[in-house]
DNA sequence: ATAGCATTGGCATGATATGCCAAACTTTCG
DNA sequence: CGAAAGTTTGGCATATCATGCCAATGCTAT
């Protein structure tokens, strides 16, 4: 479901996507309005979902989290009941950011974040492969960040 | 470089991972402790860069950016050139949100952020393949998504 | 046991969010 | 072309919150 947003409306989300703690005075000051009728703009696009949550971002690398590898995953069979017990697998580990069931080459991809190679290799080891749906795992590594952003591009 | 935290650290990370524009007066009462304090120890984790930003999460759905993919791309040589000037071609993409470079089967690996999969095509040929560092593209295009999560894990 | 240090809690002040109302603008329909 | 209805805006008042300062408490090391 895509909302009509107008140019204000985008030039508000661009902004708290960069800093979602700007308050209202100024975020209205950036985006040519008064503080009510932004602070309006704001109430009706959080109650429309579009703004789903804020969020503070922390650095991977200082909380232990400093490695995100991308694994695909082939399952032993392509039935409901793998997938589903596969889902709620997943959903049990924290490391485990996101989780998407594609079709073609394999069958799901994972981005998963861990501390270091070690912890990683730990946690394929200990728990990915043990999830009886899995068949078997090929992993990426990646050893040097080229980009990382956090915002949706707004067309 | 990791950080010393304590359990309230890790608390008040965890809350304002979930909600980032938590009052501070309702987040001291979260964790146990009176406002001032409170405020000291999330300003001490800002300085210290522990907590990069706030941001706010839209939908994806609702704002033209529904589908993520992940690709994996082959260069046609490997040296600091060629991945420098691929560094730059992706930053300048607002649908790249991340990129990697990978040792391994293939070269780099990158989440794509577009609306459907008729403008990931698009912008697969038009601009990815057009890179001249890229010899080849594999692409997993998800099917649904099992996860999808903004919670860094706190050990 | 005691001195030094880090952390906490409370208070005062200035800034901000928020709800309400009137005015301006846009759209729709006669 | 004009009038009326609806939508969006700006300003104001009030309650809440952030923030800086200082005394008190708890912890550590000698």
């Given at each position: 479901m895509l909302a009509t947003l107008?140019?204000?409306?985008?030039?508000?989300?661009?902004?708290?996507?960069?800093?979602?703690?700007?308050?209202?005075?100024?975020?209205?000051?950036?985006?040519?309005?008064?503080p009510s009728p932004c602070l309006?703009?704001?109430?009706?696009?959080e109650e429309a979902g579009i703004i789903d949550r804020y969020v503070a971002v922390l650095d991977p690398a200082k909380v232990g989290a400093g490695l995100t590898v991308f694994a695909r995953v082939w399952f032993k069979t392509q039935d409901a009941e793998v997938t589903l017990r596969f889902?709620?697998?997943?959903?049990?580990?924290?490391?485990?950011?996101?989780?998407?069931?594609?079709?073609?080459?394999?069958?799901?991809?994972?981005?998963?974040?861990?501390?270091?190679?070690?912890?990683?290799?730990?946690?394929?080891?200990?728990?990915l492969t043990?999830?009886?749906?899995?068949?078997s795992v090929k992993t990426?590594?990646?050893?040097?960040?080229?980009k990382r952003s956090y915002e949706l591009p707004l067309r």
């Open positions: 107008d140019a204000i409306d985008r030039h508000i989300l661009r902004v708290l996507q960069r800093d979602g703690r700007i308050s209202n005075v100024e975020l209205a000051k950036e985006v040519g309005l008064s309006r703009r704001i109430r009706l696009l889902g709620e697998a997943v959903r049990r580990f924290p490391e485990v950011m996101e989780c998407y069931l594609t079709t073609g080459e394999c069958d799901a991809v994972l981005r998963i974040v861990t501390a270091d190679l070690h912890s990683y290799w730990r946690f394929q080891a200990d728990h043990r999830i009886p749906s899995v068949l990426d590594v990646p050893m040097e960040t080229l």
